[in-house]
């Protein structure tokens, strides 16, 4: 079965704290996977797209990896703060099929 | 305005109601995709249509779900008879085309539906 799971659930950091969050999933087979943040009653925000044949993508303070042999993705954010608060959401497209397959995300909770 | 668009944003039903979602998606995207999110949940996926093609319904939980996109703009999720389990935020997606490069999916910000 394909599964996308994220590690922690939940995680606490004080601000300014460079922090790093789990993605895996158990089929390599995947077209590509993207990480988005929602915010609490709000839809979802994309924030990278790693496209298979990539390895990472960066945007600003947030960096995306992409192993598919070991079947993991982290997102790392350097140098956090309050406003990072949010869930973040794994969600794989495999190559069978069309849609995105969700991780139940990671809560992230920056204290100032 | 340049996003997905969801309305209601909120929409309260009793058992046995029927209500339908819209989902105005960015213009000129091909695809369009439903999801359903429960609480502390991850979105599922429910329907994917391409203009106007339904090529996927297979997460549709019951006959009592339709969804449509008649003119490969617009599309509505209609519940039939809703049920308590039926109450989650519904999710609206689009991107460009359905494969290729420019396949990164755009949210709404989806649509809270609570049946009592």
């Known amino acids: 079965k394909q599964e996308v799971t994220q590690i922690p659930a939940a995680l606490s950091v004080p601000e300014g704290e460079n922090l790093v969050l789990n993605c895996s999933f158990t089929d390599s087979a995947i077209y590509n996977l993207q990480w988005f943040r929602q915010d609490p009653g709000k839809g979802l925000t994309s924030l990278l797209l790693?496209?298979?044949?990539?390895r990472e993508q960066t945007s600003g303070r947030l960096n995306a990896s992409l192993d598919k042999s070991s079947g993991r993705s982290t997102l790392y954010i350097a140098a956090s703060q309050p406003g990072d608060s949010a869930t973040y959401l794994c969600a794989v497209k495999w190559d069978s099929g069309y849609a995105l397959n969700f991780g139940k995300g990671t809560s992230l909770l920056v204290t100032p | 305005g340049a996003g997905v668009s969801q309305s209601p944003r909120y929409k309260v039903a009793k058992r046995g109601q029927d209500v339908a979602l819209r989902c105005d998606p960015i213009?000129?995207?091909?695809?369009l995709f439903w999801y359903q999110q429960a609480l502390g949940q991850g979105p599922e996926f429910l329907t994917y249509?391409?203009?106007?093609?339904?090529?996927?319904k297979s997460g549709l939980p019951s006959d009592r779900f339709f969804a449509e996109r008649p003119e490969g703009s617009v599309s509505t999720l209609k519940i039939q008879r809703t049920q308590q389990e039926d109450s989650a935020v519904y999710l609206c997606a689009s991107s460009l085309v359905g494969s290729g490069t420019y396949n990164e999916q755009f949210f709404g910000p989806g649509t809270r539906l609570t049946v009592l």
């Open positions: 790693i496209q298979s044949s990539q």
């Open positions: 213009s000129g995207h091909v695809s």
């Open positions: 249509f391409q203009n106007e093609a339904q090529l996927d």
